[in-house]
C-alpha cells in the first residue's frame, strides 16, 4: 500500500520541505529561511491560460444554448460521452475528445484514459517472483506451472509499454522459468521412470 | 505522455521506496515502485515552477554503514580465533566504512522540480556531471515548453476588447466658468 503523502502545497526547500513565499524565488543561490540549507534554484513563470468564457447574453439570441452546469454561460461543446452541452470552463480537451468533468473523472477512475492513468500492474516483477518461487518449490512439482505463469507475466511485460525499463528483470525471469520447467519436466519424467520400473 | 520516448534519467533506491525517475518529451515521470504495482507522478514541462540542485548527506545511510562498521568490527573481534573468518569480516567492515564515509564526502546531488500540481526529485549519489548535465537539460526544456506553450495561447486566444476611451472631461476652470455665477 502506497504510503500517505502530505498535500502538495507549490515550491519548497528541498531539503526541510519549508514552503517558500513566491516573493522570495529568484534565480541563483537561495538560502532556505527554515533550516537555512543553501540550494541553486532557476524560477520559471508558466504561461496561464485566460479563460474568456462566452456569455449567453453576449452570444446572441439565435442559436445560442446555455451550459448544463453554468446557466450564464453559452454552451460551446457537448460532451463526447454523456452529449451534456458545457462552456468553455466544463470542457476538458483529452486525447481529441471534449468531455465534461463528471465523465472525465469516471474515465480516469476506470483507467478508460491512457494519459490520466497513474497506476499500472509492474508484470516484470510478478515474472521474476513467481519463477523464483517455482525455483525453489521445483522438488514439489510447482516448476512447471510457476514456470508457465511467470512466462506469461513475462510476455504481458514485453507488451505494455510502461515497463520497458525492467527488460533485464524480464530477461531474468524468462530465464529462470524455463529452467523451473526444465528442472520440474526432468522431476516428473525422473518419477515417471522410477513409478514404471517398480510397479 | 506514457510512451516510448521515455529516457531514464535516474533511479533512487531507500529503505522503503523504488524510485525510477525518466524524461518525456512533455515532462518528467516518477514511477514509484510499490510491490508489484507502479504508481506514476508526473511533472509537465509548462507546469514548471521552480528547479532546485542541492547536496545533502541522507544521513540515515551513514547511520546504517556506521551500524553496518560497528558490527562488523564486533563480529571480527569476536571470531579472531578463526583467522580467515575474522579478516572476512574485518574487510566487510572496511567496506561499510569506506561507502560511509565517501557519502559523507561526496554527499547526494539532489534536482528537485516542483510543478503547479506535483513534485518529482532525482538523486544522484556518484554521477555528479551527469546530474548537472540533467539539470541544465530539464531547466532548458522547461523554459522552451513554456516558450512554446505562451505562443500557442497568444495565437489561440481572442485580443482582449477594446475597451473605448470615455471624452475627457473638461478642464476644472471650465467647470467653474459653465456653473451659474453665485448670487450675490
Given at each position: 500500500m502506497a504510503r500517505p503523502r502530505s498535500a502538495y502545497a507549490g515550491p519548497a526547500c528541498p531539503h526541510c520541505r519549508h514552503v517558500l513565499a513566491s516573493d522570495a524565488l529568484q534565480d541563483g543561490d537561495i538560502r532556505c529561511p527554515a533550516c537555512l540549507t543553501e540550494f541553486e534554484a532557476r524560477v520559471f513563470h508558466p504561461p496561464q491560460r485566460s479563460a474568456r468564457v462566452l456569455q449567453l447574453a453576449q452570444s446572441g439570441p439565435e442559436g445560442a444554448t446555455s451550459c448544463a452546469n453554468h446557466p450564464r454561460n453559452a454552451a460551446v461543446a457537448s460532451c463526447e460521452r454523456c452529449g451534456l452541452l458545457i462552456c468553455s470552463l466544463c470542457q476538458l480537451d483529452v486525447e481529441s475528445g471534449?468531455?465534461?468533468?463528471?465523465?472525465?473523472?469516471?474515465?480516469?477512475?476506470?483507467?478508460?484514459?491512457?494519459?490520466?492513468?497513474?497506476?499500472?500492474?509492474?508484470?516484470?516483477?510478478?515474472?521474476?517472483?513467481?519463477?523464483?518461487?517455482?525455483?525453489?518449490?521445483?522438488?514439489?512439482?510447482?516448476?512447471?506451472?510457476?514456470?508457465?505463469?511467470?512466462?506469461?507475466?513475462?510476455?504481458?511485460?514485453?507488451?505494455?509499454?510502461?515497463?520497458?525499463s525492467s527488460l533485464i528483470v524480464v530477461a531474468a525471469g524468462i530465464f529462470i522459468a524455463l529452467v523451473d520447467i526444465g528442472l520440474g519436466g526432468t522431476i516428473l519424467f525422473s518419477m515417471l521412470n522410477v513409478a514404471r520400473h517398480f510397479p | 505522455m506514457t510512451d516510448a520516448k521515455r529516457r531514464r534519467i535516474g533511479s533512487w533506491n531507500d529503505v522503503a521506496t523504488r524510485q525510477v525517475v525518466y524524461e518525456t518529451d512533455l515532462g518528467v515521470e516518477v514511477d514509484e515502485l510499490d510491490h508489484f504495482e507502479i504508481i506514476r507522478r508526473r511533472v509537465f514541462f509548462d507546469d514548471v515552477l521552480l528547479v532546485t540542485y542541492h547536496k545533502?548527506?541522507?544521513?540515515?545511510?551513514?547511520?546504517?554503514?556506521?551500524?553496518?562498521?560497528?558490527?562488523?568490527?564486533?563480529l571480527a573481534f569476536?571470531?579472531?580465533?578463526?583467522?580467515?573468518?575474522?579478516?572476512?569480516?574485518?574487510?566487510?567492515?572496511?567496506?561499510?566504512?569506506?561507502?560511509?564515509?565517501?557519502?559523507?564526502?561526496?554527499?547526494?546531488?539532489?534536482?528537485?522540480?516542483?510543478?503547479?500540481?506535483?513534485?518529482a526529485a532525482i538523486r544522484y549519489a556518484y554521477r555528479k556531471a551527469f546530474a548537472r548535465r540533467i539539470f541544465e537539460n530539464i531547466c532548458a526544456n522547461a523554459a522552451a515548453a513554456q516558450q512554446r506553450r505562451a505562443e500557442e495561447l497568444a495565437s489561440i486566444e481572442p485580443p482582449a476588447p477594446v475597451v473605448e476611451e470615455e471624452p475627457p472631461l473638461p478642464p476644472p476652470d471650465d467647470v467653474t466658468a459653465a456653473a451659474p455665477p453665485p448670487e450675490q
Open positions: 471534449k468531455y465534461c468533468p463528471s465523465c472525465f473523472e469516471r474515465l480516469a477512475q476506470e483507467g478508460a484514459l491512457a494519459t490520466a492513468k497513474n497506476r499500472f500492474r509492474d508484470y516484470g516483477s510478478l515474472a521474476m517472483v513467481w519463477s523464483i518461487v517455482g525455483l525453489l518449490f521445483s522438488f514439489l512439482f510447482l516448476g512447471i506451472p510457476l514456470g508457465i505463469v511467470s512466462i506469461y507475466y513475462a510476455i504481458r511485460a514485453l507488451r505494455s509499454r510502461q515497463n520497458r | 545533502e548527506v541522507g544521513p540515515s545511510f551513514v547511520v546504517m554503514m556506521a551500524i553496518f562498521t560497528a558490527g562488523f568490527i564486533a569476536v571470531s579472531r580465533e578463526l583467522v580467515p573468518l575474522a579478516s572476512s569480516f574485518a574487510a566487510l567492515a572496511a567496506l561499510t566504512l569506506i561507502l560511509g564515509v565517501a557519502r559523507l564526502m561526496m554527499k547526494v546531488d539532489v534536482i528537485t522540480i516542483f510543478g503547479r500540481r506535483s513534485k
